[in-house]
């Protein structure tokens, strides 16, 4: 049985002098006359092992050669080395090639750009760089599962495809099971009655209305699940697909809201803290100076709640030439966000939106003008969440419907949410890449995701 | 603050003749001329609180009248009755509407059928059968991630879109952003370099390859997401979105292989027995009888390994008259499958299946006619999951690649696992919505996700 890597780290105490088996690739050699030190890895862990062979070993010639990114066998003695600064070694006992590596191997020890690493996306987790972010989103998602399960949240798989075209066909994928280069036409339009689902259908863009169904059964529920977008847009934080958490409270108005919200991120950062030192301290030190203390910092932190209107007078009072003036009436842009985290040192709740430039379901507040909206932005990352209160009055929901032009006939399974017992509920929508963004300082959603998908880019 | 269902049950000690404030549905009431049982929920509980209320209340007239569905808010004192069926009453102090239901509400405390459900499938999670299958579900999909996580798995997320056509389109479904009722063409063909990804593109039905790329990278990691498949085939166990469980593990053969899904199966069995006792044993009464004997004696059952001919030459002795006659060469039957877990009484890995019904990418074995695939079989729900050491010999995998006309250009990408630092490994694939069936006893696969999609069938 072979040893992984993490354990050996792990249970280092137990296994001194003990002969392990290990099964890994090359990171490094340094051969010298009569001994060498190879490092290598199996992935579980951030730290490479040292493991340490000399010319006692009858193949000492052919390790001396071994090259980077060949996978091996080690069966070696545990060695703590406290004194040293890798706290134990392997003294190696056999070593085995099982895979070779030729020397074209792309990924060599040395800096790569991550322009360079997105094209080779298939080999990148095997940098230091992209193995702590993806470990870090791995147990990001686990904590995410985690706070809500143990906060007696449903976990709910919301469909992806749609036949509904309420949130406008433009802004989702079609898919389609037709023959493209032969579709059947009938009156010069194409027959969809042929289709899979006897109809036009869509990759949805959010659960939200699925998820509010069940939350009127279960009252605290949960999506985490993949979502696409249409948009084409190239920037460092669009992709047409990525993933999102969209929980969904009954019984829980907008303040309570803001404190899942506040409570949810914190379990989410200590949990990464907790599990991911190395990964955490290689991020502040190669990828963003300081990660470690802004999020020590967010721990502690007590989230500013303020609503629109008053954010927009503190950026009119501000002795700042802003690119776009703040306004009562609008979204607030990019460089309000950042003022605005700054002016408070930390996270903020942005609550009250103009009802205008927000969606139909959202709490009509009692002036008329707004809406019981909720955008959580914090210091670098901006916008990390987006939430409200619904509107659970079914003749206030209809009427936003008819003067956004939404055909409600097509969701008015969802409109039942507030004939049957319908109660004042809440929820949220946040971004996962956004949210690894966060936790590893990375500034681009590409090296966010495994396989990023961006307009005219869809390798692998 | 509310007292959630949940809590009350769980802290029932402590909440003894104590006030507290419950939001929830109304499932039951039966009033009498001088005090009446409102039972409720609010979803985070298996069981109903029985609420008592009486004359003394001002609104008790009103309250007799309570129609089921209502929302509501009871604020009353806790009393314990271990005496009783139920373990705790609320003796109510106030019980106020908060949303009305009407007589029409199509939810009421009789029997429906799954059928009729199905046509109401965002008000189904409202009935005890649903309640108890989603809550089993949720349950299930953490305890698979708490598996993985446990052991060190990297959860991974795969993109769902592709633009490599190796599957072959027509098992895939096409996205598109182009408008389908004004394709761009050219030369009479659809103009794909319009398109959002600068060519055709599709929804992929596995995350395999991408996997393999981070299993060599990490070693081992697990996929968990939603899955399309575009067969036009209506039955109990086919649906055309569903969500897949795709681990994969480095330096790991077929026989570790088998000792993981045995293991993780019967972690997840054990996780659901702990945590939904009360769904389980409702399951057990008016779903599948003797779903909780069946679940139980799993955890205690060593799983048969045995090849696909052994399997064959046991089908052959059988003194069975056969709708389809075994057969070496090809695949077995359903009634094969039952016949065989009855004859071991038990879980069955079915190892060495010829080549010619299994993929490209699994290890051939030394005889040059089977391959390293193994298939998990379970009493009653059938085949589990299907998984196989995977061919690590890049030119096996060409000349298998060659043979079946799959090209290889196009994942070129993947086949680098195979020239950089390859090794023995393995991996398996299981459809979660079989897993839920199995947990539940549930035996079509639209009560096993909350919005099934089939053929012709994609509402809400």
């Known amino acids: ?28 050699n340094r051969a010298q006359a009569q001994f060498g030190f190879l490092n290598i890895n199996d992935g579980t862990y951030f730290d490479n092992v ?49 895979g ?33 972010v993806f470990r870090i989103r791995s147990v990001a998602a686990m904590a995410i599962h985690q706070y809500f399960q143990d906060n007696g949240y449903l976990y709910v798989h919301t469909p992806l495809i749609t036949c509904a075209d309420c949130e406008g066909s433009d802004q989702m994928f079609k898919i389609s099971t037709l023959d493209m280069k032969n579709l059947p036409l009938i009156n010069g339009k194409i027959d969809f009655t042929k289709d899979l689902f006897g109809k036009q259908a869509f990759i949805t863009g959010s659960g939200q209305l699925h998820g509010e169904t069940f939350a009127m059964a279960f009252s605290d529920i949960y999506t985490f699940g993949p979502t696409f977008r249409t948009e084409n847009s190239n920037t460092k934080t669009h992709a047409n697909e990525f993933w999102m958490i969209e929980p969904e409270m009954a019984f829980c108005d907008i303040h309570e809201l803001m404190d899942i919200e506040e409570e949810m991120l914190k379990f989410v950062v200590q949990y990464v803290l907790n599990t991911c030192p190395l990964e955490i301290q290689f991020c502040d030190q190669f ?16 989230f500013t709640r303020i609503s629109h209107h008053e954010v927009i007078d503190i950026l009119n009072k501000a002795n700042v030439k802003w690119e776009f003036l703040p306004n009562y009436e609008e979204d607030i842009a990019k460089e309000h966000e950042k003022y605005i985290t700054e002016y408070f040192n930390g996270p903020v709740f942005i609550t009250d939106w103009p009802k205008d430039i927000k969606a139909y379901y959202m709490k009509l507040n009692a002036d008329g003008k707004t809406v019981a909206a909720v955008d959580l932005v914090v210091p670098q990352a901006g916008e990390l969440m987006g939430g409200s209160q619904r509107e659970e009055d079914l003749d206030k929901l209809l009427s936003r419907m008819k003067e956004l032009n939404i055909n409600s006939e097509e969701i008015d399974w969802y409109l039942d949410t507030r004939r049957y017992g319908g109660c004042v509920h809440s929820g949220f929508g946040m971004g996962f890449e956004r949210l690894v963004m966060y936790l590893t300082g990375i500034e681009n959603i590409r090296d966010a995701i495994p396989f990023p998908r961006t307009p005219k880019n869809c390798e692998f």
């Open 100 to 132: 070779d590596c030729p020397e074209t191997y792309p990924i060599q020890p040395k800096r790569h750009t991550r322009e360079f690493l997105r094209d080779v996306a298939h080999l990148r987790p095997r940098t230091n760089l992209f193995n702590a």
């Open 50 to 98: 040292q493991i340490v062979y000399d010319e006692k070993l009858n193949n000492f010639n052919e390790i001396s050669k071994y090259r980077v990114g060949m996978s091996v066998q080690v069966i070696g003695k545990v060695i703590l080395t406290p004194e040293m600064k890798q706290p134990l070694e392997v003294h190696a006992e056999e070593i085995t090639m099982l």
């Open 287 to 302: 990828v963003a100076k300081g990660l470690k203390e802004k999020l020590q910092k967010l721990l502690d932190s007590k």
């Open 1 to 28: 049985m072979r040893t992984r890597v993490k354990k050996l780290f792990v249970n280092a105490k137990e296994l001194d002098q003990q002969v392990v088996t290990l099964m890994g690739w090359v990171k490094t």
